[in-house]
Every structure is written in structure tokens, then in C-alpha cells.
């Protein structure tokens, strides 16, 4: 035995030398391996320390349930879900016709308006003949009497047309807006993309005075109707 190869330091033993290298070795392996488990399968499945850095899953995923009373304006879950949202300021009701002139109208609106009053529900846009006719039917339906339409609509005779074959139905009333829309006449503004209707429910007088006001303001014509405000006349003032 050559004393070149005896241990440098005397009275310690060689295994406590490499016993903490081979540890450390170990723990290294050990973290490669559980830094990369997520990515590569492990070969051998070893039992790991207690997790310190792997906290439950139901923490992650668990999120503030919302409040039942955040939406407490009276909307409805299937009106909210009817109601497309078209844009941050207002939103119309699914189906109706929103053209691009109009919608750009009602971006200057919305501009226009106090947030209490946003978003702003449009009920009706443009109308053709059928739509048209459906919401006469609706009107006489919930109880409008022809004299409170005559209030509404300006050409009377253009409605006494209409109403005179109101009894055969909606498509017979369709037939006979679709004859006046061919020779050049509307009953309604709605028919040449001039109106709008806007919801009037959950607002108060003074929301509803606001709103018309403002309307007013960009040069258009409002009518309070029973369940909207009839807004018409929608070309924004030419600025000064
Ligand atoms: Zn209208």
C-alpha cells in the first residue's frame, strides 16, 4: 500500500466525504427530475418529499362567486341573453335591424348621454313591410285603439290603408305597406331607416326627460310611446 494514495485529511473516514457530494448529487437529480415531471414522464416513480411549493387545486380554481343583486334593474336572464351587445354604449334587441347610418347615430348618442343612462336598448330600427306590420298588429293587439295610432303616425290616409284589412292578419297588412313602399310612401320613418325605438322601462321621468333631451339635442324628433321612446329624424345636427 503507497502512502500517495492514503486519505489527505486523516480521521476522516472517506464515505463522510462523499457521502453529503453524493446527497447533494441525489437532491440535484431529485429537483431536475421534479422541475421537469410536468413535461417529461418520469421512468420511475419515486415518492417525493412532502409538496412545499404545490398548493390544492380547488385554491386555483375557486373564484369569487358574483353577487345575485349586481343586476338589480329588473332585466331579465333571458333579456340579458337576447340582447347581443353590439356595442359599449347600446345594444339592440335581437333581430332588430340597425344599419350602419343608424348605428352611427346612436354611437354619437351614447357619447352624448350620462352613464346612468347607458346602455341604451333599441327595440326597433329599420322595418320592412313585415316588420312593419307586426308591430302595427302588436300595437293593436296589446290594446292601441286606431284612433291612438292615428295619433302616431302622420299619414293617415297611408294607415286607414292598413288598418282596413287589419282583420285578415299580418300578411295581409304586409301586402299593402309593401304596395305603398313601391309606389314611393312610408307610413313609418322606420320603413326608410329614419327611426329608432328605444326602451323606456326602469327609467325614471327624469332619465327618460334626459334621454329625450339629448335626442333632441342631436336634431332628432322623440314621441313617448307606451312602451319606447320613438326617436326619428336621425342626422346629426351639422356641427357650427
Ligand atoms: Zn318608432
Known amino acids: 500500500m503507497s502512502p500517495r494514495i492514503l486519505p489527505r485529511l486523516p480521521g476522516v473516514p472517506l464515505l463522510a466525504l462523499c457521502g453529503p457530494m453524493a446527497r447533494l448529487a441525489h437532491i440535484a437529480a431529485r429537483r431536475l427530475g421534479r422541475h421537469t415531471r410536468h413535461h417529461v414522464e418520469p421512468v420511475t416513480p419515486e415518492p417525493l418529499p412532502a409538496p412545499t ?10 373564484a369569487p362567486m358574483p353577487s345575485p343583486d349586481v343586476v338589480d334593474d329588473g332585466t331579465t336572464l333571458d333579456e340579458l341573453l337576447e340582447e347581443p351587445q353590439k356595442s359599449p354604449t347600446w345594444v339592440a334587441l335581437s333581430g332588430v335591424d340597425v344599419t350602419p347610418r343608424a348605428a352611427a347615430w346612436l354611437d354619437e348618442l351614447g357619447a352624448r348621454v350620462e352613464a346612468d343612462l347607458l346602455p341604451i336598448t333599441v327595440t326597433s330600427g329599420r322595418r320592412s313591410p313585415q316588420r312593419q306590420a307586426r308591430a302595427l298588429h302588436d300595437d293593436l293587439v296589446a290594446g292601441q285603439t286606431p284612433q291612438q295610432l292615428h295619433a302616431l303616425y302622420q299619414r293617415d290616409d297611408l294607415l286607414d290603408e292598413v288598418l ?12 299593402v305597406l ?20 328605444l326602451r323606456r322601462r326602469n327609467r325614471s321621468t327624469e332619465q327618460l326627460g334626459r334621454l329625450v333631451a339629448h335626442c333632441q339635442a342631436l336634431g332628432a324628433q322623440t314621441v313617448i310611446e307606451r312602451d319606447h ?12
Do not use: W
Request: charged share 20%.
Open 53 to 62: 411549493q404545490s398548493p390544492p387545486a380547488a385554491s386555483v380554481t375557486a
Open 164 to 175: 282596413a284589412v287589419a282583420d285578415e292578419g299580418v300578411e295581409a297588412m304586409t301586402e
Open 178 to 197: 309593401a304596395l305603398q313602399l313601391a309606389r314611393g310612401e312610408h307610413l313609418s320613418p322606420h320603413m326608410r331607416d329614419d327611426a329608432v325605438d
Open 229 to 240: 321612446l320613438h326617436v326619428q329624424h336621425l342626422t346629426p345636427r351639422p356641427r357650427a
